[in-house]
């Protein structure tokens, strides 16, 4: 039985609304049934390049002094810190810099200080992408040589990857070939799922400047509870890297080789640097501390699918201190999402990082992707297959009396069964959008999209007692849609969404039994520049791998120089850059370079 409440009216109202005058009458709306009262809205996800997130603090930059050490420099400045009431927050004394948390009026002060060069805010960055921890040293193992043609992605292929290491495409390494062995690439991300199997061999270190630990996993935990991330740094490094052959895959869509994925330089190795929370989002300082971790731990190659909309002076004098004039580390980042003209940044640092773009899988101009004349090349960035955090993609199906009915699941849905009586919700504005067909012995919704967010519709069917919800779509061409719950939520069930035709028959059968599955994938099609990245950080990974003396800036002129051109806009341009980086002949011009690749730039 439901309970009914009367809301937003006191007893003068309920007086007034009795007695036949204007006033419209009460507004009801069933009580939430138990165990989801304590539904709240899931916060909105960050999106990427936020202008208005705001700052944490600043980051100090200040003089190295003749007499003090590294730390004893770095101690003196945090000292001035707390003398004017601030908090420190991250000391890099190898970079002579300091981050905190300071009063407007401490900043100002510190301003002054002769020993200062700069104070910079610590802007956020963000994910260019629309739990057993791992241990603390290498568990590096043997990569797999022979695997299954079935594993070579649309964008894998695109970039001639396959054509590097099998050339014959038989499914197995060809002898000699570079893989991408010896080779270290870093991934400044969201952190990786240490239990995946695409990743596990390859896996060198982590470190984790999100929560200060070693455990570099997509992970946070906070009172005992733990929050797992989207797995966009997972989905990254497994492009770059996911292991080749039997046993490396988890579970994939129907249609999908069972092996799962092969990555562009299946036979390098991963660190892991975590910089981005569970909400895709993170902080300046702990970008620089991370660039600065790559490049200690030898990273021939940092890839960052990340980025902010401005330029940070402190940041950018990590990149060139770590790229060391084209002869010490590779830095290559996302352009941005954003789909205007001017590139994000780390990527538009100039010459210190290569700002990668994103193109469909006909090559062809992705309408999201930044543009701008420090573009470097293109990558696939379109609907990219690759690894994702074990189960956090999910497959669904929707039957009804007649037969299947074709459906798409919800981000962050809930994985399971139910069946049950189908009932019309209208928008799902309210707990009292089922009417009276509702109740809390449960029943499947359906909603219609509208204005409302998605997660609104479902917290508000399911309080009304829905075990699984379908959302109909109301744009044609969208066909069963794209949608998102926002984040994860206990309290989520079921959900799919169906095309606006499925939709109208759909109504047609309120009050039969329906049955909504949903069932754990471990890969899943992504788009965005942040999926572009990978691909040139691991053609890069190759052509290391096929020529160790050359430079990163040699490597660098080899990729765009072997990039193939688009043919809407001969030669270099603001959308394409140099064009579609080419693997193949990338490792073919590598290895026609004298010893240590000669003069710049190539001829």
Known sequence: MKRWLWLGLGLSGLVASGCGGDEPGPIIEPQACPGTSELALPRTAASALSANTAEDGVIITYKPTVSASALGASADIAAAVEREGGTVKRRIPNLNMVSARLSPAAIAALKLRPDVVSVTPNRRVFAMGLPTPPPLVSWQGAF?????????????????????????????????????????????????????????????????????????????????????????????????????????????SPGEDPNGVVGVAPGASLLVARVLDTDGGGRTDDVIAAVDWCYSQGAKIASLSLGAPDPSESEKLVFEKVWDGGKGMLSVAASGNDGKEGIAYPAAYLPSVMAVGAVDLKGEHATFSQSGQELSVVGPGVGVLSATVLGAASLSSLTVASGPIASAPLTYTAQGTYTGRLVDCGLGADRSACGASATCEGFVAYVDRGDLFFEEKARNVIQAGARAVIIGNNVEEDGDGTFTLGSANDHWVPTVSVSMANGAMLKKLVGKEVTVTTTGLDYQRESGTSMATPHVSGVAALVFSARPDLSPAHVRAVLEKTAKDDAVTPGKDKKYGYGLVQAAKAVELARSLPEGGGPLPLP
């Open 144 to 252: 797999s040589t022979q695997g299954s043609v079935g594993e070579y992605t649309e964008g894998l292929k695109m970039v001639q990857a396959p054509q590097v290491w099998d050339s014959n495409s038989d499914g197995v390494f060809d002898i000699g070939a570079p893989t991408g062995e010896g080779v270290k690439v870093c991934v400044i991300d969201s952190g990786w799922d240490s239990k995946h199997p695409e990743l596990k061999a390859a896996f060198l270190k982590g470190r984790d400047f999100v929560d200060d630990d070693d455990d570099a996993s997509d992970q946070s935990e906070s009172l005992g509870v733990v929050t797992v991330g989207g797995g966009h740094g997972t989905h990254v490094s497994a492009t770059i890297l996911a292991q080749f052959g039997p046993g490396s895959g988890g579970r994939v």
